[in-house]
């Protein structure tokens, strides 16, 4: 697949690469499991030499011999001889004082797993070295937590180290859009809509999906959990590095959440797991699942929903993490069926979805949200606000353009009228699948 979007990123990466050519730079790019991070900076860096290390879990030994045929071939310089990490990159920074150059360490977090004392030491090089230097470090790392504690927590080594920092986000609707119809140029809005709901506009996956033939709503599904699906195996791979031994709660909590159970009680009702714990360490550690209040609701107020960032992990939970036991003995058709009768209801969902992060994308408003009263009556599917220019915009989502009333939304958005009209001009929108 052809490189899309990302025009925002390069951008920065070039400049960091121009500013290395007289002050070092350490750049940290995260962004979750096959967001696409190698590939940006692979395309990004390309005006001075470049060295792609990888950092596996394996000796340290080994690495070493990796690394230095590496820059052996990339820089022409033979380094020599290492079983130490350290010493193999303070060599490598006398070297970055004569050649400007780009070292890029990917899966930077799998250090703690060869030498954890690497972290401190590379402190100690960078700092000792970095004036004089030329060299661009790039530092990639998937594992969010891992990578967050490295260099955001105060009591460790590489706080404060990094000049720069790059958040890979996924694909926006619009980009999407712009890759389905490379694939398929008489895409329908179903399979859009699919495409995102399986996908989540996550680099590898839209790949996978895609060149694999799912280019229709029908191939999607059937390619998300056909026989050697790429996608089945892909949850649990991506979270169990995250949750560790706690990964059975975590994983009936994030269950219960793509059920649809999105408050605490019936969180724990469905899981019998006291979730207040996990819940804030999944939003604020793990950056997986959103808490979010209706429009107009105090900070303090308890009436708090929660749901899963990830499209592809909320799908994932929902279709092949709860029929496991189908999964495990191959009845994939079994849960193909069950995809199939659940698609209007669950694709509803992830249209609400769809419009608000299409809202959110236009860069007009300043919050997109929803809204719900207390009781859980008069549910609205979309909010925005722009206060900027005084304007508030309540719309009602529905699959099909006929289902949408805008006399009942008026009706059910009467609260947040009577106390915003005098200070905002008020526009009711009714969108469907029409409006993708």
Same mark, same amino acid.
């Given at each position: 697949?052809?490189?899309?979007?990302?025009?925002?990123?390069?951008?920065?990466?070039?400049?960091?690469?121009?500013? /290395?050519?007289?002050?070092?730079?350490?750049?940290?790019?995260?962004?979750?499991?096959?967001?696409?991070? !190698?590939?940006?900076?692979?395309?990004?860096?390309?005006?001075? #030499?470049?060295?792609?290390?990888?950092?596996?879990?394996?000796?340290?030994?080994?690495?070493?011999?990796?690394? !230095?045929?590496?820059?052996?071939?990339?820089?022409?310089?033979?380094?020599?001889?290492? /079983?130490s990490?350290?010493?193999?990159?303070?060599?490598?920074?006398?070297?970055?004082?004569?050649?400007?150059?780009?070292?890029?360490?990917?899966?930077?977090?799998?250090?703690?797993?060869?030498?954890?004392?690497?972290?401190?030491?590379?402190?100690?090089?960078?700092?000792? &070295?970095?004036?004089?230097?030329?060299?661009?470090?790039?530092?990639?790392?998937?594992? /969010?937590?891992?990578i967050?504690?490295?260099?955001?927590?105060?009591?460790?080594?590489?706080?404060?180290r990094?000049? &720069?920092?790059?958040?890979l986000?996924?694909?926006?609707?619009?980009?999407?859009?712009?890759? +389905?119809?490379?694939?398929? #140029? !008489?895409?329908?809005?179903?399979? +859009?809509?699919?495409?995102?709901?399986?996908?989540?506009?996550?680099?590898?996956?839209?790949?996978?999906?895609?060149?694999?033939?799912?280019?229709?709503?029908?191939?999607?599904?059937?390619?998300?959990i056909?026989?050697?699906?790429?996608?089945?195996?892909?949850?649990?791979e991506? +979270?169990s590095?995250?949750?560790?031994?706690?990964?059975?709660?975590?994983?009936?909590?994030?269950?219960?959440?793509?059920?649809?159970?999105?408050?605490?009680?019936?969180?724990?009702?469905?899981?019998?797991?006291?979730?207040?714990?996990?819940?804030?360490?999944?939003?604020?550690?793990?950056?997986?699942?959103?808490?979010?209040?209706?429009?107009?609701?105090?900070?303090?107020?308890?009436?708090?929903?929660?749901?899963?960032?990830?499209?592809?992990?909320?799908?994932?939970?929902?279709?092949?993490?709860?029929?496991?036991?189908?999964?495990?003995?191959? &009845?994939?058709?079994?849960i +193909?069926?069950k995809?199939?009768?659940?698609?209007?209801?669950?694709?509803?969902?992830?249209?609400?979805?769809y419009?608000?992060?299409?809202?959110?994308?236009t860069?007009?408003?300043?919050?997109v949200?929803?809204?719900?009263?207390?009781?859980?009556? &008069?549910?609205?599917?979309?909010?925005?606000?722009?206060?900027?220019?005084?304007?508030?915009?309540?719309?009602?989502?529905?699959?099909?353009?006929?289902?949408?009333?805008?006399?009942?939304?008026?009706?059910?958005?009467?609260?947040?009228?009577?106390?915003?009209?005098?200070?905002?001009?008020?526009?009711?929108?009714?969108?469907?699948?029409?409006?993708?």
């Open positions: 697949m052809k490189f899309y979007d990302r025009e925002k990123e390069i951008e920065a990466l070039r400049q960091i690469e121009r500013l /290395s050519a007289t002050y070092a730079q350490m750049t940290v790019v995260t962004g979750r499991r096959r967001i696409g991070k !190698t590939t940006l900076v692979k395309q990004a860096c390309r005006q001075i #030499p470049f060295v792609y290390l990888f950092v596996g879990r394996k000796s340290e030994t080994m690495l070493c011999r990796e690394f !230095t045929e590496v820059v052996a071939n990339t820089l022409g310089v033979d380094l020599g001889d290492f /079983s990490f350290s010493r193999f990159f303070g060599v490598l920074m006398q070297q970055s004082k004569n050649i400007n150059f780009t070292l890029v360490l990917d899966e930077f977090q799998n250090f703690k797993y060869v030498n954890e004392a690497v972290f401190g030491d590379l402190q100690n090089l960078w700092d000792s &070295n970095k004036a004089d230097s030329k060299m661009n470090l790039i530092v990639c790392g998937s594992v /969010s937590t891992m967050s504690r490295i260099f955001d927590d105060k009591k460790e080594p590489l706080y404060g990094a000049n &720069n920092r790059i958040h986000q996924p694909f926006s609707t619009t980009v999407l859009k712009e890759i +389905l119809r490379d694939f398929n #140029p !008489t895409f329908t809005n179903e399979d +859009l809509l699919a495409l995102y709901m399986t996908t989540g506009g996550v680099a590898k996956y839209v790949e996978e999906m895609l060149t694999h033939g799912g280019i229709t709503k029908d191939a999607m599904l059937k390619q998300f056909g026989y050697g699906s790429y996608f089945v195996p892909e949850g649990k991506m +979270l590095d995250e949750f560790g031994r706690d990964s059975g709660n975590y994983f009936s909590i994030l269950n219960a959440i793509a059920e649809g159970e999105n408050t605490r009680g019936a969180i724990k009702s469905c899981t019998g797991v006291e979730p207040g714990g996990y819940l804030d360490k999944l939003e604020k550690q793990y950056e997986l699942i959103y808490r979010y209040r209706p429009y107009l609701s105090p900070e303090q107020s308890h009436n708090v929903r929660y749901g899963i960032k990830d499209n592809f992990l909320r799908f994932w939970f929902r279709f092949v993490q709860k029929y496991i036991s189908a999964v495990e003995i191959g &009845n994939t058709d079994y +193909l069926q995809m199939q009768a659940d698609y209007e209801t669950y694709s509803g969902m992830v249209l609400e979805q419009f608000r992060q299409q809202f959110a994308e860069g007009q408003y300043n919050l949200t929803n809204y719900w009263e207390r009781d859980g009556s &008069n549910e609205i599917d979309l909010i925005a606000v722009n206060d900027a220019e005084r304007h508030l915009a309540i719309g009602e989502i529905k699959r099909q353009a006929q289902r949408v009333d805008i006399n009942r939304l008026k009706e059910k958005a009467e609260h947040i009228v009577s106390k915003q009209k005098r200070r905002y001009s008020i526009e009711f929108v009714g969108l469907s699948m029409d409006n993708m």
